[in-house]
Structure formats: structure tokens, C-alpha cells
């Protein structure tokens, strides 16, 4: 396979197709159904038709936290955090933006009446995230200690829903609701497993009545998702870490989906990089016969064209940012040359692009077939 450059995935996409807002009704978005050489436009509660009996859906369980808080500075400057991750003791990990970063020992003054002090960055003095400790308002606490909060219900009582970049409201009551699944268990997210936000409960009991199996793992989806891929080598670019978990329940229920011949159906790209990390964990390092180990840790895994998957047949997924990750990770699965064509459709068609967006359903191409 020749090189592939950033350009072999870019597409022209009118920006009145990025969806502002979700749809009246999640299963009523539309899915292009691209496994086929013709392109179908759908909508997405038909999808319990286009599966069979013993199919296995996988979905990612993980819950998105209002991870965006606000605050001033003692100078009185705004800062804004956007935490990617909860320590233990009320501690957080955060992106920061402000004027002027504060310096290690500052007290950020948090909207809702609780303190951010800032303890250093992170990984390191060099990191461009920053390590905080929350703290409750006194009036709050057991004692006079200034103890760390329980940094989850801080967030979920001041924070913000932290809606993506292209996505230009205010967040308000019905994003609380909507940028959130109906199944989401696992706190821990800053941005929602997309492909998932299209299930409801008619939906879900409308698959159990057709003989489609459910499963889960969990992904927590860091603000790295949204980066852009830096230089025209998109072998140089280097993926974001993201904490994940998967039951052992999960992989007995995909081997035995594949042994009886069933096909097992990936819920977004967050579900398959979680696969495809443990596929790889598992071969180096391979559980004993009869046995699967619930298996957890951190990933940095970027699927790209060449990449042989091992644990997916379908996938569902929203439509991508142009020269994103998400979008080579598509490529690889479905093919460069189907996934153009699909999107050409797509934007043809005024399907609605993004987080809030549409959604495909697609199949995995033939490891000896040509990605385009």
C-alpha cells in the first residue's frame, strides 16, 4: 500500500451540515447503509431489520461528566477548565484556558462557591495539562479541613456539559439529556460515544425482540478525540491515552457469537479501539483456554488503512471531522474508496454531520482488499 497523506482523508463539507442540535427523536435520525455496493438511505429505528438473530451488538457504557467549570483567578482573570480525568481525592487533570496560566499554589475561585488549587502540570512541568485539587465550600464540609470534594458531584452540580468545538450553543437542560446515552453507567467521559446517542428504549426492546444480543465496554473518551492530525504524515501523529475496561462477560459473549456464526457489531469507534487494544493484548499475552479475564488499562491505539481487525464485523458510526482519526479509522474498516463514496452521498443528501448528526452502518471490508 502506497503512503497516505492527510489529503486522502479530506472532504469538502458545508458547514450548515453540522448538526447544531439532536434530532426530535433519537432512533428517528437517518442511517446510510453503505455494507453494500448501493448506498440506502434509512432511518436509524429500521436497524433491528438488518440484523439477525444472534448478532451481537457491542456498545461503550461510559458516561459523560460536566467536565467544562468556570472561574476567576485571584487577579480576577476568567480561567477555564475542561478536566480529562478524576484522581483520587478530589483531584482532576484539566485542560486550563486562560489570559495567564497561574502558577503551582494557585486558588482559583470556581463558579458555584468550591476552590481549584492548582498543583503543578501534568505528566510533568512540561505537560500542557494541569493537575488541581477540588475543594467544597466550607459550608459543605464535615469539618474546617479544606478536605478534597467528591470531585464528580462538584462537576455534576456547577459543571458544564462540554459540547464539542463545532457545536456553537450554550450547553442547556436538553443537552444534559441528549449528549448523554440511555444506558450511559460508567462516569468518567468529556465527550459521548456518538454512534450510541441513536438508541432508545423502543429501539433497544424492538433488537431483544428480534434475538439481537447486547454488550458492553467501557472507553471514557478523553478531549484528545477532537485533535487534529498535525503534518501530512499521518504515520508521525500520536494518539491520545484513554482509560478502558472490558468484562470478561463482553469476550465470552463475542466468542460465542463467532462460533455459532453470528456477527458482532461495534457500536462506534470507541468500542472498536477498544476491541482491537485488547485483540492485541490477548495475542501477546493470551488467557488460558475456556478462561476470559475481564481485561482493563489504557490505550493510544490509531487504526489506520492496513490495519487487520480482529474482533468486529459491522459498525455503526456518525459521520466524522474531515482529516480526523475517526475518519481514518473508518477507512481502515469499510475501505477509503466505499467510505468517499459514502460521504459524497451523505453530503448530497443534507445528511447531519457530527456528534449531533446522522448516522452508518458499515461492513468490514476483506483483509485482502484494496483500501482505495
Known sequence: ???????????????????????????????????????????????????????????????????????????????????????????????????????????????????????????????ALFRLRLTAPKSSQSDSSQAGADAYALMEAHGHVPLPPYIHHADDADDARRYQTVFARAPGSVAAPTAALHFDEALLAALDARGVQRAHITLHVGAGTFAPVKGDDIAAHHMHSERYAVPGATLEAIGRTRAAGGRVLAVGTTTVRTLETVARRLRDAPAAPGTWPSVQGETD????????????????????????????????????????????????????????????????????????
Open 301 to 372: 491505539i490509531f487504526i489506520t488503512p492496513g490495519h487487520r481487525f480482529h474482533m468486529v464485523d459491522l459498525l455503526i458510526t456518525n459521520f466524522h471531522l474531515p482529516r480526523s482519526t475517526l475518519l481514518m479509522l473508518v477507512s481502515a474498516f469499510a475501505g477509503t474508496e466505499r467510505i468517499h463514496a459514502a460521504y459524497a452521498h451523505a453530503v448530497a443528501q443534507g445528511y447531519r454531520f457530527f456528534s449531533y448528526g446522522d448516522a452508518m452502518l458499515l461492513q468490514l471490508q476483506p483483509p485482502d482488499a484494496s483500501n482505495g
Open 1 to 127: 500500500m502506497p503512503p497516505l497523506s492527510i489529503a486522502d482523508f479530506d472532504y469538502a463539507l458545508p458547514v450548515e451540515l453540522i448538526a447544531q442540535h439532536p434530532s426530535p427523536e433519537r432512533s428517528a435520525s437517518r442511517l446510510l447503509d453503505a455494507r453494500a455496493p448501493a448506498l440506502v438511505d434509512r432511518v436509524f429505528r429500521d436497524l433491528p431489520s438488518l440484523l439477525q438473530p444472534g448478532d451481537l451488538l457491542v456498545f461503550n457504557d461510559t458516561q459523560v461528566i460536566k467536565a467544562r467549570l468556570f472561574g476567576t483567578k485571584a487577579s480576577g482573570g476568567a480561567v477555564e477548565l475542561l478536566v480529562e480525568r478524576v484522581l483520587d481525592a478530589g483531584e482532576v487533570i484539566a485542560h486550563m484556558r486562560a489570559s495567564k496560566k497561574p502558577a503551582a499554589g494557585a486558588v482559583l475561585q470556581m463558579q458555584g462557591g468550591y476552590h481549584a488549587t492548582l498543583l503543578g502540570r501534568w505528566p510533568d512541568e512540561a505537560g
